[in-house]
């Protein structure tokens, strides 16, 4: 691990300013993705700004009747919420399939969404990598590529989110909320935060430099019967070959996010128009256009039948009410 300079920030502003003016500064919160990359010196970061003292770690009723999201929220508590476990059971099932315990009492919401990819190119400084070094090359494309894209890649990167939570958080079209350094606010719908490839892979999502994530707004409760099915390696602390978030309402309509395909969470809304077609036809819009290899072709199929046996157990139980 290279030195680095330490900082803990007073305020929001004064943190997106920090990071903002020093060339190669990062946020830390809980570190758990971080410190990784550190140690094998792929990020490299000149400064770590501290925002573990800015309080953001609520989780609040909104006025329209959804929640608010602190972003130093840990994801065990985010989990654990009452609110969240009744009305939003496929964020805390997604959750609770994500990680390790230790990991979850640690790990943040900000951070979880900003978690790095887990492609094993990316993190050996051995082989070539567009996303770690730009221009360099993408060794996975012609590589082993078992747990790799086969949606929304791209000629210079096939990697995939690791994020179960982000999946959820992309079936419950939540809001990020952010502030800049200019101390402007915004907020940005989860569809577009998290970017596709293309020819710049190494900018994962749609963030100003030192733009901070203050919270994550959920809407409303959407109702229905929520399900979060991860399908892995193995039984615990693996991360998914495809997981598969689905809310089904009482009138067979529903909304349906895949994880472990692309580089986003992965949801085609024009496919959710297809639910009452049955789970082939949401499928086949949801993978149109997939590009796989020997190895990873075996994620379109496994798609298919874990959708399935989502769609069939949540229209059942939400027959029953």
Same mark, same amino acid.
């Given at each position: 691990m290279k030195a680095f300079t330490y900082q803990r920030a007073s305020s929001p502003a004064q943190a997106a300013q920090l $990071? +903002? *003016?020093t060339p190669n500064a990062r946020f830390i919160a809980g570190g758990t993705n971080l410190l990784d990359l550190m140690k094998l010196e792929i990020e490299t970061p000149t400064t770590l700004v501290d925002v573990n003292g800015l309080g953001f770690d609520k989780i609040e009723a909104t006025q329209d009747g959804g929640l608010r999201v602190g972003a130093l929220v840990r994801n065990t508590d985010l989990a654990a919420d009452a609110r969240v476990r009744k009305d939003y059971a496929v964020l805390s099932r997604a959750l609770l399939a994500g @990680? #390790?315990? !230790?990991l979850r009492n640690k790990a943040t919401t900000s951070g979880n969404l900003l !978690? *790095?990819?887990r492609c094993p190119y990316f993190y050996d400084t051995a082989q070539k990598c567009n996303k770690r070094q730009p221009g360099s090359g993408c060794a996975a494309i012609g590589g082993f590529t078992r747990h790799h894209a086969v949606v929304? @890649? #791209?000629e210079a990167c096939i990697a995939t989110h690791p994020s179960d939570m982000a999946v959820a958080m992309r079936l419950l079209d939540a809001e990020v909320e952010t502030v800049k350094a200019?101390? #402007?606010?915004r907020s940005i719908p989860i569809a577009d935060f998290h970017r596709l490839p293309g020819n710049t892979p190494h900018i994962e999502t749609v963030l100003e430099p030192g733009e901070l994530i203050l919270s994550v707004k959920l809407p409303k409760p959407l109702g229905g019967v929520h399900a979060y099915r991860k399908v892995r390696d193995r039984a615990s602390y693996a991360f +998914? /070959? $495809?997981s598969v978030a689905t809310v089904i309402l009482p009138d067979g309509s529903g909304r349906v996010a895949v994880g472990? $395909? +692309?580089h986003k969470p992965w949801r085609v809304e024009e496919a959710e128009r297809q639910m009452t077609q049955g789970a082939r036809a949401v499928h086949? *819009? /949801?993978m149109a256009g997939a590009r796989t290899t020997d190895d990873n072709a075996f994620k379109v199929a496994l798609v298919q039948r874990t959708l399935a046996e989502a769609l069939a157990n949540s229209s059942s139980a939400a027959k029953k009410g």
């Open positions: $990071v +903002a *003016r @990680a #390790s315990t !230790q !978690q *790095r990819t929304g @890649a #791209s200019d101390g #402007s606010m +998914a /070959l $495809v472990g $395909v +692309a086949d *819009r /949801l």
